[in-house]
């Protein structure tokens, strides 16, 4: 891979992790279009390191309070405030995800990863984003959360396995279909995908250095990735505080659309 495809696969993975239109289906989509060799999963997932980055980053504040929190939770044994019961609902919220990871490691890396598939499950995922969106109530503020949402939230994350669905657009539709705000359900979209990225890129990243060691475009794609992760952040969140998600469903739709027509031309 040269170091401009590891840049444009790094932008990529930054936009496409936290804005609801699927990382793993443009990174699996890209080399397709383009003809480039596809770098596999185990590049894709190198490149979360850059997006980790991004929201520790981005959300440092919140970590540090939920970091003594959590200290708080495990001497009290108990949960008193927002933040500590916060705590326990992203660790509810992380575990249905990693079952999934764990199960359907193989078939992410092979089957999932047909353009036919992904393209399909684009458009209807952005579908039911436009509806969920544009029905629900923003009647419930993030404080407002129970373990119920929480474990819904976490098995909705359970299908973004499937490239297409996105982790952040399911998880972001579901808060949305519990009636929290567009502003809340992201936030707790992206605090949750602190652990299950840093778990996949755990098991992954030692593999990838081991094989390819630390090459120069793998580095400009971390550096991307993180860079353009903060950005779509901090973007969203702006914007979500007086527009829908209407616009990534549309285009999640424009571009399932689009692949599709390429696919069966091809």
């Not at 519990?178 to 030692?206: D, H, N, W, Y």
């Not at 990735?225 to 007086?242: E, H, K, P, Y």
């Amino acid at each position: 891979m040269s170091p401009f495809q590891a840049l444009v696969m790094g932008i990529i993975q930054g936009l496409g992790e936290f804005l609801p239109i699927s990382s793993s289906a443009h990174l699996t989509l890209a080399p397709w279009l383009f003809h480039w060799d596809d770098p596999g999963l185990g590049f894709d997932v190198a490149l979360h390191v850059g997006t980790l980055v991004a929201v520790l980053w981005y959300f440092r504040a919140e970590w540090a309070r939920l970091i003594h929190s959590a200290i708080s939770v495990i001497s009290k044994r108990r949960a008193d405030t927002d933040e500590e019961r916060r705590v326990i609902y992203l660790a509810i919220a992380t575990v249905p995800g990693g079952i999934a990871g764990l199960l359907l490691e193989k078939q992410a890396e092979h089957a999932f990863r047909d353009p036919r598939l992904i393209a399909s499950v684009l458009i209807v995922m952005g579908i039911i984003l436009w509806i969920v969106d544009k029905s629900s109530s923003e009647s419930r503020a993030l404080g407002e959360m129970s373990w119920k949402d929480a474990l819904l939230i976490g098995l909705a994350q359970m299908f973004a396995i499937v490239p297409g669905v996105s982790r952040s657009g399911s998880t972001i539709t579901a808060g949305r279909a519990l009636k929290l705000t567009r502003e809340g359900a992201a936030i707790f979209s992206f605090l949750m995908s602190m652990p299950i990225i840093a778990a996949a890129a755990l098991l992954k990243v030692p593999h990838v250095l081991k094989t390819e060691g630390l090459s120069t475009p793998l580095l400009i794609g971390v550096v991307a990735s993180a860079v353009s992760g903060w950005i779509a952040i901090s973007v969203l969140l702006r914007f979500v505080v007086t527009r829908s998600y209407g616009i990534f469903a549309m285009y999640r739709v424009v571009v399932g659309l689009i692949v599709l027509y390429i696919a069966y031309r091809r």
